[in-house]
């Protein structure tokens, strides 16, 4: 091994150029992916996050309150008026992005403005989770409802990372009819109203998503687009800490 | 010296007395003028009109999207000159004049030639070289930003579509990178010298390759800014006929682009096949012709079922047929039969050519003929064959045909006995051999060693039952990573150090090369190794967030790919200063005996004054008896 030419010709020889050069220009290379990373950061930030307003209970337990809607369509959520790149698609709003404090009761109120589709496994049609197992569809305390009936479900359901305490939530939403005319003044019709509570633990980090295939027909047996998406049929939901994007 | 043949006084030409064209004439600036207007008017005229049938405005932007993008590729080529031959053709005007070729080949064009359609397959050469470097620092960049997000749990960084969007442009680019990195700017300066040509068969096809390739650049690169795609690079249908506007600007791009890759592959078969200089016989073409000829060969096979897992794709997205979507009779399978028909064949597509420029310079640097040269061409067109039926082991896990498994586990691992014999024809070479140890070499034996690698995980992916396990997780990213960057990369890699001076006319720092040598090597043995080891822990791949017992690993593996990235920035810093700065290099630094090294740097405009007569092999390193050579009787200049 050598580092001379063995044909005795010219050496592979070698302009030197300042090593002080090269040092610059990895800084600035470093720098400039930084600022990138940074204004990604800054541009791809969701537009919001619903945080959840707290109050405290007689027994000095944190008492927070969320609610959000679920729509036949994207205008009435955070894709904007126009329903931004797909309209048609069904949504929750008025962001999927949710934050609820640590040790806390959350009591949650979900309006549902869109019609059933039938559950591929009834499974879903079970409320589980929540306090004593139940939830009140519009004011009636229910275990399970029809599967039928199901217009999409509150689930959260990703498996915590590794640290991050179990929080396994499952609310099925109650259909309006089919024919239902809209309110007067409104775009939709009169939503049907389910309330229900849990309580969260540690802080962590959740995914929550719909597993009614409400995805329209001509996505995959009714569990793409909308449901495949964030922003739409799926969303996080963050306890405790800062609110995430 | 010995080299394969001498060659007669460069070629020079007559100073015309006409006036060189106008330099913006033919060039970037004339293409964008014509490109983006009509872009734009493509778009509201294709929006009124859809308007009309009463779609949704979902379907209007993505049609109107789809025909401004077509609107920006024909505007812009038109504007580059790209057809105005044909163009004049159809309306009889006169043949251009040999004048006019060589004005088309940028005589007297300067460096504005290096932005214009320019026919010149050097000039094209260098275009190429440049973009790939351009295309690796912008797939290098979604790397670093990859990196940041996964270096610790949690998905600090990006909303997690972005993060997908960047996993999939990432993937995209360096794709397209690699398979443009060897056969774009070796292919096209080296070969034709290296054949005794004075150019390529189809000079005018050659700046269009290269202009077709720009196109669809811009149209890529905009995919962010109508909500990206999440679909990763394999762009799995049916989740990529739902996914936001972007997916149009990927599909768009790979029509460009495998428009691009089949005019150039026409070329280099044509060039290589006719027009070799006489006595440059099959068994004497040097062996980087063997792997472009081959890799063109068989992309120009593959790469089409590419195009038509678009197209089809588009036509899905746009008008709503219904090829990919079951509830109208379509098939997801055939997405990923058309997309793996090409998929894994355009492995070899870029690893033909790295293996070639391997086994072109370890003879220059071991100073011994090539081991086994008819050997390294039986493996070379082995692994081209053998790479069309191999592609359903991408398909082991998703039902498609559980019985087909087995064969194609079959044939896959088959092809590791071509590339045996590829790689008993490298370390033949090596045996003995006076190693000269240059950063070019220095990236050989990277290459073998990364490859190996590479090769050996790559066994477990094609078998079955190991395939089960590990599909879907990092150690598959580790492995094709090995392969390709591993192994093609670093080839890559030693090309430019070894043709650098014949091509830009100035060495490069051999100190900061071998800086950038082992600053790449270790950072990526570190990033890779680490990725294998949280692939075999279960960590799935193409995800942002991950458990907390995968963060080691993940830190390591971000760690070394930040390393990786100085390094780059160290390879561009050591090739943009030493053009400015560097000693001037002589015409044959390395004492090579491949034509292209017998003629001076700069090469001249057409190569050679007089065609030479090739009468020995291209690796006759120590060999006792030198055959003969005949210099400057071929065919004189034009």
């Known amino acids: 091994m050598n580092k001379s030419s063995p044909g005795g010709g010219p050496?592979?020889?070698?302009?030197?150029?300042?090593?002080?050069?090269?040092?610059?220009?990895?800084?600035?290379?470093?720098?400039?992916?930084l600022g990138l990373a940074l204004l990604l950061k800054a541009l791809g930030a969701h537009p919001f996050t619903l945080k959840a307003s707290t109050s405290s209970s007689t027994g000095g337990q944190t008492v927070a309150h969320l609610t959000i809607s679920a729509y036949p369509d994207s205008m009435a959520g955070e894709h904007g008026k126009s329903g931004g790149a797909h309209p048609d698609w069904v949504s929750y709003g008025p962001t999927t992005n949710l934050w609820v404090p640590a040790h806390a009761l959350v009591k949650m109120t979900i309006k549902n403005y869109d019609s059933a589709t039938a559950l591929n496994s009834p499974f879903f049609g079970n409320v589980q989770g929540t306090v004593g197992g139940v939830a009140y569809y519009n004011g009636k305390p229910l275990k399970r409802i029809n599967p039928n009936d199901v217009a999409h479900t509150f689930t959260i359901h990703m498996f915590p990372t590794a640290g991050q305490p179990p929080l396994d939530v499952s609310v099925p939403l109650l259909g309006v009819a089919d024919n239902a005319p809209n309110a007067p003044g409104s775009q939709y019709p009169k939503p049907t109203?389910?309330?229900?509570?849990f309580h969260t633990g540690a802080s962590g980090r959740y995914i929550w998503q719909c597993f009614d295939p409400c995805g329209g027909t001509s996505y995959y047996a009714g569990f793409g687009g909308p449901m495949q998406n964030l922003g739409y049929m799926a969303g996080t939901v963050t306890v405790g800490g800062g609110a995430v994007a | 010296m010995t080299a394969q043949t001498s060659v007669g006084r460069p070629a020079h030409h007559d100073p015309n007395e006409t006036k060189p064209d106008n330099p913006l004439k033919r060039s970037i600036v004339s293409g964008i003028a014509v490109g983006v207007p009509l872009a734009i008017i493509a778009y509201f005229v294709t929006s009124g009109l859809v308007h009309t049938t009463n779609a949704d405005p979902a379907t209007i932007r993505n049609d109107s999207l789809v025909i401004a993008y077509l609107g920006w590729g024909l505007g812009f080529l038109f504007g580059v000159g790209a057809f105005n031959r044909p163009i004049q053709w159809a309306l009889s005007r006169n043949e251009p004049t040999h004048q006019d070729e060589l004005e088309l080949a940028g005589h007297r064009g300067g460096a504005w030639r290096y932005f214009r359609f320019t026919t010149d397959h050097k000039v094209v050469g260098i275009q190429y070289l440049v973009m790939g470097m351009v295309l690796f620092a912008a797939g290098g960049v979604a790397a670093m930003l990859i990196r940041l997000e996964v270096i610790q749990p949690g998905a600090k960084m990006f909303p997690i579509q972005t993060y997908n969007t960047i996993i999939g442009m990432h993937g995209l680019i360096m794709i397209v990178a690699t398979i443009i990195m060897i056969t774009g700017p070796f292919t096209n300066f080296v070969v034709p010298i290296m054949i005794g040509a004075r150019d390529m068969a189809f000079p005018r096809l050659n700046a269009l390759s290269f202009w077709l390739l720009f196109t669809a650049v811009p149209i890529f690169l905009s995919a962010p800014f109508f909500g990206g795609f999440q679909t990763g690079w394999t762009a799995y249908a049916p989740l990529s006929d739902q996914t936001a506007l972007g997916m149009d600007a990927y599909s768009l791009t790979i029509l460009f682009f495998v428009a691009s890759t089949a005019v150039a592959a026409v070329n280099v078969v044509t060039t290589v096949a006719t027009m070799r200089a006489p006595g440059m016989s099959w068994t004497r073409l040097p062996i980087l012709t063997w792997g472009s000829v081959a890799s063109s060969a068989l992309g120009l096979v593959v790469m089409p079922s590419f195009l038509a897992s678009q197209y089809l794709l588009m036509l899905d997205r746009t008008i709503g047929t219904g090829f990919y979507k079951g509830d109208r009779g379509g098939s997801q399978w055939l997405y990923e039969h058309l997309f793996w028909f090409m998929g894994h064949p355009e492995v070899y597509v870029i690893v033909l050519?790295?293996?070639?420029?391997?086994?072109?310079?370890?003879?220059?640097?071991t100073r011994k003929p090539l081991f086994g040269y008819r050997t390294a061409v039986g493996g070379i067109v082995g692994v081209s064959s053998l790479s069309m039926i191999v592609w359903a082991h991408h398909m082991f896990v998703t039902?498609?045909?559980?019985?087909?498994?087995?064969?194609?586990?079959?044939?896959?691992?088959?092809?590791?006995?071509?590339?045996?014999l590829v790689f008993l024809a490298s370390v033949g070479t090596l045996w003995r051999g006076k190693a000269w140890m240059t950063v070019p070499m220095l990236y050989l034996i990277s290459f073998l060693w990364n490859f190996v690698i590479g090769g050996v995980t790559g066994i477990y992916l094609a078998d079955v039952p190991t395939d089960v396990q590990l599909h879907g997780s990092l150690f598959v990213t580790a492995h094709f990573h090995y392969t390709l960057m591993g192994g093609g990369m670093m080839a890559f890699l030693a090309g430019v150090y070894y043709w650098?001076?014949?091509?830009?006319?100035?060495?490069?720092?051999?100190?900061?090369?071998?800086?950038?040598?082992?600053?790449?090597?270790?950072?990526?043995?570190?990033?890779?190794?680490?990725?294998?080891y949280v692939g075999l822990q279960g960590e799935p791949r193409r995800v942002g967030d991950y458990a907390a017992k995968f963060a080691v690993g993940n830190f390591i593996s971000s760690i070394g790919a930040f390393v990786?990235?100085?390094?780059?920035?160290?390879?561009?810093?050591?090739?943009?200063?030493?053009?400015?700065?560097?000693?001037?290099a002589p015409a044959n630094p390395w004492n090579a005996k491949t034509l292209e090294w017998q003629v001076p740097t700069p090469v001249p405009l057409e190569n050679f004054e007089e065609i030479p007569i090739v009468t020995a092999g291209p690796y006759e390193y120590g060999t006792p008896a030198e055959p003969a050579h005949i210099a400057g009787e071929g065919v004189p200049s034009t």
Do not use: C, H
């Not at chain 2, 087909?404 to 088959?414: D, I, K, Q, R």
């Not at chain 2, 990786?564 to 001037?584: C, F, P, T, V």
């Open chain 1, 11 to 33: 050496q592979a020889a070698l302009g030197k150029l300042s090593m002080a050069g090269a040092v610059v220009a990895v800084a600035v290379g470093a720098a400039l992916v």
């Open chain 1, 193 to 197: 109203v389910v309330t229900f509570e």
């Open chain 2, 353 to 365: 050519p790295a293996f070639a420029v391997v086994l072109e310079l370890l003879p220059v640097f």
């Open chain 2, 399 to 420: 039902g498609w045909s559980p019985t087909a498994s087995g064969p194609f586990m079959l044939t896959t691992e088959l092809i590791s006995i071509p590339t045996g």
């Open chain 2, 500 to 532: 650098y001076p014949k091509m830009s006319g100035r060495m490069y720092d051999d100190r900061l090369g071998r800086i950038q040598f082992w600053t790449m090597q270790i950072g990526f043995n570190v990033t890779y190794m680490a990725m294998f």
């Open chain 2, 564 to 584: 990786i990235g100085a390094s780059m920035i160290l390879l561009w810093y050591n090739l943009i200063a030493s053009k400015r700065r560097g000693a001037i």
